[in-house]
């Protein structure tokens, strides 16, 4: 399995295209935390990271697709996946090893976002004026927010060749899990289905996290879904019906 | 070790792609696989190398069987499929290394040097694979299908666009690796079954129409040419 996932994490350090998106990501979120009035930071007047966190998954749903687009939908196209499957490797350990990869990669998204914290930090009077334990709270549930989408993103890429198509479905999917759940909720407002609707979002669990409470419910519902992602990841891939 | 097929088939809906072969592959033996295009070839070496499930039957290496989930058996395989996927991002020398180190081989660097000298690599092995040609993919391939050093190699048109020297020097490659290895390769060039199989089969629409050494092949249909007995038997 460590083979395939050091081949899959240099590939992408070795592609123009991971670094583009990773760029194309942080400078948004700069614009749009610093620079922009509406969104500003520095014109919000608190030190707090709350705009930085609701603003992210936003972003991820177009990053996370982005960079994982490719992982199966390009050996499909290449015809490279029979290079790994006569290999004495299983389907799963092939599929782990693809995920482990991009969720690291995804890590190398984050962790310049520091940044911003060490500045609010900083900035805040009195100096560090910022609620430290929130932010660690948020990043993880950011970072499973993350991992989530990148099952998804695993699972699209590996229903088509087409790599603009796995992009159109994760982002798709991403959104969806993400708000739909919690905007379909919205219709059943006094029924139990849209109490249970809400649980099954993304939204409602990750929220939950930002506040800085650490509950395994919430962790057993990421793992939960990233495991089901690549459950069904598993299942087209180990069909052949390429 | 010798392949065994038995009552291998493979069905795509209602179209038999394979349509329950049964043979065997002799050890130290050159096994030339023919067959019109879309007559099974490819489908069949994609279950014998453990890519594809087949619907019925099995194949076995030495008595243990084949297929995608038995993943030690496949130590024992070294696969070049039909035209040629590599990595085009990687290099070389980084690509065997990658596909040794799946085997987990010892003494990767050397065994790396060795196969690469082998194939005859050397002036290209610090190329990017995608800046390769034709030729040099295809020893790629091949280097990547031997690095393991397995007992059974499945080649799957070896020779497909290469020039009349590579061909030579490919040819006398695998004669020279089926010397202690069981190898099963399929071609469209009659001479080439001529120069180095010592066995054919020859399938047409996923059924086997002949099954014999090349001699008594040749000696069954004198004295027509191999081309000729090819058109006749899969000619219906």
Same mark, same amino acid.
């Given at each position: 399995?460590?083979?395939?996932?050091?081949?899959?994490l240099?590939?992408?350090?070795?592609?123009?295209?991971?670094?583009?998106?990773i760029g194309?990501f942080?400078l948004?979120?700069?614009?749009?935390?610093?620079?922009f009035?509406?969104?500003?930071?520095?014109?919000?007047?608190?030190?707090?990271?709350?705009?930085?966190?609701s603003?992210?998954?936003?972003?991820?749903?177009?990053?996370?697709?982005?960079?994982?687009?490719?992982?199966?939908?390009?050996?499909?196209?290449?015809?490279?996946?029979?290079?790994?499957a006569?290999?004495?490797?299983s389907?799963?350990?092939?599929?782990?090893?693809?995920?482990?990869?991009?969720?690291?990669?995804?890590l190398?998204a984050?962790?310049?976002t520091?940044?911003?914290?060490?500045s609010?930090?900083?900035?805040?009077?009195?100096?560090?004026?910022?609620?430290?334990?929130a932010?660690?709270?948020?990043?993880?549930?950011?970072y499973?927010l993350?991992?989530?989408f990148?099952?998804?993103?695993?699972?699209?890429?590996?229903?088509?060749?087409?790599?603009?198509?796995?992009?159109?479905?994760?982002?798709?999917?991403?959104?969806?899990t993400?708000?739909?759940?919690?905007?379909?909720?919205?219709?059943?407002e006094?029924?139990?289905?849209?109490?249970?609707?809400?649980?099954?979002?993304?939204?409602?669990?990750?929220?939950?996290?930002?506040?800085?409470?650490?509950?395994?419910?919430?962790?057993?519902?990421f793992?939960?879904?990233?495991?089901?992602f690549?459950?069904?990841?598993k299942?087209?891939?180990?069909?052949?019906?390429? | 070790?010798s392949?065994?097929?038995k009552?291998?088939?493979?069905?795509?809906?209602?179209?038999?792609a394979?349509?329950?072969?049964?043979?065997?592959?002799?050890e130290?033996?050159?096994l030339?696989?023919?067959?019109?295009?879309g007559a099974?070839?490819?489908?069949?070496?994609?279950?014998?190398?453990?890519?594809?499930?087949?619907t019925?039957g099995?194949?076995?290496i030495?008595?243990?069987?084949?297929?995608?989930?038995?993943?030690?058996?496949?130590?024992?395989?070294?696969?070049?499929?039909?035209?040629?996927?590599?990595?085009?991002?990687?290099?070389?020398?980084?690509?065997?290394?990658?596909v040794?180190?799946?085997?987990?081989?010892?003494?990767?660097?050397s065994?790396v040097?060795?196969?690469?000298k082998?194939? @005859? /690599?050397? #002036?290209? !092995?610090?190329?990017? $694979?995608?800046? %390769?040609? *034709?030729?040099?993919?295809?020893?790629?391939? +091949?280097?990547?299908?031997?690095?393991?050093?397995?007992?059974?190699?499945?080649l799957?048109?070896?020779?497909? @666009? /290469?020039? #009349?020297n !590579?061909?030579a020097? $490919?040819?006398? %490659?695998? *004669?020279?690796?089926?010397?202690?290895?069981? +190898?099963?390769?399929?071609?469209?060039?009659?001479?080439?079954?001529?120069?180095?199989?010592?066995?054919?089969?020859?399938?047409?629409?996923g059924?086997?129409?002949?099954?014999e050494? %090349?001699?008594?092949?040749?000696?069954?249909?004198?004295?027509?040419?191999?081309?000729?007995?090819?058109k006749?038997?899969?000619?219906?």
């Open positions: 399995m460590y083979p395939v996932f050091k081949r899959e240099f590939s992408y350090l070795n592609s123009l295209m991971a670094y583009i998106t194309v942080l948004a979120c700069t614009l749009l935390l610093w620079f009035p509406d969104t500003s930071i520095l014109d919000y007047g608190y030190a707090e990271m709350n705009s930085f966190f603003l992210v998954p936003f972003l991820f749903i177009f990053l996370i697709p982005a960079l994982t687009m490719r992982s199966f939908a390009e050996e499909r196209k290449e015809g490279t996946y029979v290079l790994l006569t290999r004495p490797i389907d799963w350990q092939i599929i782990v090893a693809k995920y482990l990869a991009a969720v690291i990669l995804l190398f984050l962790l310049p520091l940044v911003y914290y060490y609010i930090y900083q900035l805040g009077l009195p100096k560090g004026n910022i609620d430290t334990g932010v660690i709270g948020s990043y993880l549930g950011l499973l993350g991992s989530a990148t099952a998804i993103g695993i699972f699209a890429s590996s229903l088509t060749k087409n790599q603009v198509i796995a992009f159109a479905i994760s982002v798709f999917l991403c959104f969806f993400f708000s739909g759940f919690e905007s379909l909720s919205k219709l059943f006094l029924d139990k289905i849209g109490a249970i609707l809400l649980i099954l979002g993304i939204s409602e669990h990750y929220q939950s996290m930002s506040r800085g409470v650490l509950d395994t419910r919430d962790l057993v519902y793992l939960t879904f990233i495991a089901l690549l459950g069904l990841t299942y087209m891939i180990g069909g052949r019906r390429w | 070790m392949i065994k097929v009552e291998l088939a493979k069905h795509y809906g209602r179209q038999k394979v349509d329950s072969i049964s043979f065997e592959a002799r130290g033996k050159i030339g696989f023919l067959g019109p295009n099974g070839k490819s489908t069949t070496m994609r279950m014998i190398t453990g890519y594809l499930a087949p019925s099995n194949a076995e030495n008595g243990r069987p084949i297929n995608p989930k038995a993943t030690e058996v496949k130590r024992d395989i070294g696969y070049l499929p039909e035209n040629t996927p590599l990595y085009a991002d990687m290099y070389v020398r980084e690509f065997l290394s990658f040794g180190e799946t085997y987990k081989l010892k003494n990767l660097k065994r040097a060795e196969v690469i082998q194939v @005859g /690599l050397e #002036p290209e !092995q610090h190329k990017k $694979i995608g800046m %390769l040609s *034709k030729g040099y993919k295809q020893r790629v391939g +091949i280097a990547q299908a031997i690095i393991h050093n397995p007992k059974v190699l499945i799957d048109e070896p020779t497909s @666009g /290469l020039d #009349p !590579q061909l020097d $490919i040819r006398l %490659l695998i *004669k020279e690796l089926g010397k202690e290895k069981t +190898i099963i390769i399929s071609t469209h060039i009659m001479q080439e079954v001529d120069a180095i199989c010592d066995d054919i089969i020859i399938i047409n629409k059924k086997i129409v002949a099954d050494s %090349l001699l008594s092949l040749k000696k069954k249909y004198a004295p027509q040419s191999l081309e000729e007995i090819f006749k038997l899969t000619n219906t």
